[in-house]
């Protein structure tokens, strides 16, 4: 084998490799084509619309590495049942009928600059974090917005959880890692700031978020994959559309 020939090997190796997992995908995903909600010839198109500030989030959240631990994906039926644990895939309220459990599609990661699909999960998937954290604030008598921010400055500070039965739940298994950086200690003015820390300061002091903890809580928040989703990338299995019917 020549030198040439051992070279133009290796470039078509990995050339091939890179255009197939990294050009095609990202391709793709830049140039979605839109799809109508239902197969009738003036029906609406699916808009999966985001803002400017969850934008900028997602990139707080893609910059501090929080896709390593946490994925944002619930796969495909056939390749696990994650449609069916509890608020992992969305919400069900069988007395006001409402169920918004679905898979996860390209769209859902619309207008970020990179898909926050996630490495592993050594913490819980966020696909619908919005909906656990309304219910873990109800709780605690916080607003989801407060939770966030306590959880950011201390993930296992055992006031945030609170068990079926009134107790306090142990939150020192969580390995997040405190994103303290992300707050100021700042004197008091007027009534002091909505997001402050409940943490014990020196009189006249408050522990407040910075704008960026301000922005990457409504990123958190904008987190509930509980829009309709057109007839043809409905993919949920025939047990859940039939429960629906019921």
Not at 2 to 25: E, N, R
Request: aromatic share 8%; proline share 5%.
């Amino acid at each position: 084998m020549t030198l040439k020939s051992f070279l133009l090997g290796m470039c078509l190796s990995f050339g091939s490799a890179w255009m197939f997992v990294i050009a095609i995908p990202t391709a793709k995903m830049n140039n979605l084509a839109p799809v109508k909600m239902n197969n009738e010839e003036d029906a609406a198109l699916y808009q999966h619309k985001v803002s400017g500030r969850i934008r900028n989030g997602a990139e707080i959240y893609a910059s501090n590495g929080c896709y390593a631990c946490h994925t944002q994906l619930i796969r495909p039926t056939y390749a696990g049942h994650q449609i069916w644990r509890d608020d992992m895939a969305g919400v069900v309220d069988k007395a006001e009928q409402i169920d918004t459990r679905r898979e996860t599609t390209v769209y859902d990661y619309t207008g970020e600059e990179y898909a926050q699909i996630g490495l592993m999960r050594m913490g819980p998937d966020l696909s619908n974090l919005a909906y656990r954290v309304e219910k873990y604030a109800a709780l605690t008598k916080l607003t989801p917005e407060q939770w966030l921010v306590e959880h950011l400055f201390n993930p296992r500070n055992n006031d945030l959880r609170i068990g079926k039965g009134g107790e306090k739940l142990n939150m020192s298994w969580s390995n997040c890692p405190s994103q303290r950086y992300m707050f100021d200690k700042t004197p008091v003015s007027g009534q002091g700031d909505s997001l402050a820390l409940r943490k014990k300061t020196k009189r006249g002091e408050q522990f407040v978020p910075k704008e960026e903890a301000r922005v990457l809580v409504s990123y958190l928040m904008s987190l509930r994959r509980d829009d309709a989703v057109p007839l043809s990338m409905d993919n949920r299995p025939p047990e859940v559309k039939e429960e629906e019917k019921k």
